[in-house]
Structure formats: structure tokens, C-alpha cells
């Protein structure tokens, strides 16, 4: 009997050694919401999170800037069409060529956001530390983003058929018709952006 308790003891604990969670590469990388909900038919596989006017959403465009009077800045290296991140392990940037770059921070609303550029100054209430991001060693696990184990809404901006409405991301709230999602990362290229309008 014992040999048999030892022979299943082992492979639990292999187990439980394979899918323990390790801290992601740095960067660069994208981000995607994704639901997959029990009461109701709205789910996300991977939608993209963009930048756009200093917070971020899915179903609208990345809004990004590359000024054309700089010398010797070539701006179609910089085509500002997806959202771009970098760190995640405490704290969490978009990944732009702009001298000082942009940091992501969850502002005191709730609201995933990210300063302007130039500007490391965050607002009153603002939280840019505790982000997490982690893969499983086996069974290719998706990349998760965190912050401090609080969750993840996507409330909507706009009408239409849930799916396709514009909904902004948020953490550790939500509120009447927001969805609660979970965050995936991907490896990517970067930066894509000169700057995040």
C-alpha cells in the first residue's frame, strides 16, 4: 500500500511543479481580453487592448502621434497600428520610442490608463506598481497579466451588439453592464509607436 501512495504522491507533485507560474519575459508585447462566460453568450478571444486619449479599450483603433518636423525621425517606422506594453513585473510601460516614455498606471476610477508623453507625473490616487505577468512552465498556458490579484472589467463606451460595442478596461471595479474579462499577453514587435495619443 505504501509503494502505491508513493507512486501516486510523485506524479501530483510533478504536476503541481510543471504548471507553477513563472515571471514572463519583459517585453515587447501585446494584450487581448478574453471572456469565456458561463450565464450568458458575450465572450472575447483575445481582442486587442489599444491606447486611445490616455486610457484603454477594445473594438476602437490605437490613437498614436509621430511628430513630422523632427530631423532624421522617419515616422513610417513607427506606424502607431496596435498597442504595444513592456515590463509587467511591478510596473507596467507602453513600449514607444519617445524620450521618457509612457508608463501604465490603474487610475483612482478604476481606469487602466497611461501618462502622457514626457511626463513620468501620475495623478492623485493613481496605482503604477503591482502588475504581475506569468506563464505556466508546461501544457503552453497563456501569459496572464495581473495587478495584485484585483480583476478585470470591460465596461461599454458605445451601442450596438455586445460583441462588437467599444468597452473601456478597467481593474478592481466594475458597474452596471460592465463584463468581467481576463487579460492575455502575446509576444510582439515593438516599439510600434512613436508616442500614445
Given at each position: 500500500?505504501?509503494?502505491?501512495?508513493?507512486?501516486f504522491?510523485?506524479?501530483?507533485?510533478?504536476?503541481?511543479?510543471?504548471?507553477?507560474?513563472?515571471?514572463?519575459?519583459?517585453?515587447?508585447?501585446?494584450?487581448?481580453v478574453?471572456?469565456m462566460?458561463?450565464?450568458?453568450?458575450?465572450f472575447?478571444?483575445?481582442?486587442?487592448?489599444?491606447?486611445?486619449?490616455?486610457?484603454?479599450?477594445?473594438?476602437?483603433?490605437?490613437?498614436?502621434?509621430?511628430?513630422?518636423?523632427?530631423?532624421?525621425?522617419?515616422c513610417?517606422?513607427?506606424?502607431?497600428?496596435?498597442?504595444v506594453?513592456?515590463?509587467?513585473?511591478?510596473?507596467?510601460?507602453?513600449?514607444?520610442?519617445?524620450?521618457?516614455?509612457?508608463?501604465?498606471?490603474?487610475?483612482?476610477?478604476?481606469?487602466?490608463?497611461?501618462?502622457v508623453?514626457?511626463?513620468?507625473?501620475?495623478?492623485?490616487?493613481?496605482?503604477?506598481?503591482?502588475?504581475?505577468?506569468?506563464?505556466?512552465q508546461?501544457?503552453g498556458?497563456?501569459?496572464?497579466?495581473?495587478?495584485?490579484?484585483?480583476s478585470?472589467?470591460?465596461?461599454?463606451?458605445?451601442?450596438?451588439?455586445?460583441?462588437?460595442?467599444t468597452?473601456?478596461?478597467?481593474?478592481?471595479?466594475?458597474?452596471?453592464?460592465?463584463?468581467?474579462?481576463?487579460?492575455?499577453t502575446?509576444?510582439s514587435?515593438?516599439?510600434d509607436?512613436?508616442?500614445?495619443?
Open positions: 500500500m505504501r509503494a502505491f501512495a508513493t507512486s504522491v510523485f506524479p501530483v507533485v510533478a504536476l503541481a511543479a510543471a504548471i507553477a507560474k513563472r515571471d514572463a519575459p519583459e517585453g515587447p508585447w501585446t494584450a487581448g478574453w471572456r462566460p458561463t450565464t450568458d453568450d458575450i472575447f478571444t483575445g481582442v486587442a487592448i489599444n491606447a486611445s486619449g490616455g486610457k484603454f479599450f477594445i473594438n476602437k483603433d490605437t490613437s498614436a502621434y509621430c511628430p513630422d518636423d523632427v530631423e532624421n525621425l522617419d513610417s517606422a513607427y506606424p502607431g497600428s496596435k498597442t506594453f513592456t515590463g509587467g513585473n511591478d510596473t507596467l510601460f507602453l513600449d514607444v520610442a519617445v524620450p521618457g516614455g509612457q508608463q501604465v498606471y490603474i487610475a483612482a476610477d478604476g481606469s487602466l490608463s497611461y501618462t508623453p514626457h511626463s513620468g507625473a501620475l495623478p492623485e490616487g493613481a496605482v503604477a506598481t503591482g502588475w504581475s505577468r506569468e506563464q505556466s508546461a501544457f498556458a497563456p501569459t496572464i497579466l495581473a495587478n495584485s490579484d484585483q478585470w472589467t470591460i465596461c461599454p463606451v458605445s451601442e450596438g451588439e455586445p460583441r462588437e460595442r468597452y473601456q478596461v478597467f481593474v478592481g471595479v466594475g458597474g452596471e453592464g460592465c463584463l468581467n474579462t481576463g487579460v492575455r502575446y509576444t514587435s515593438g516599439p509607436a512613436w508616442e500614445y495619443a
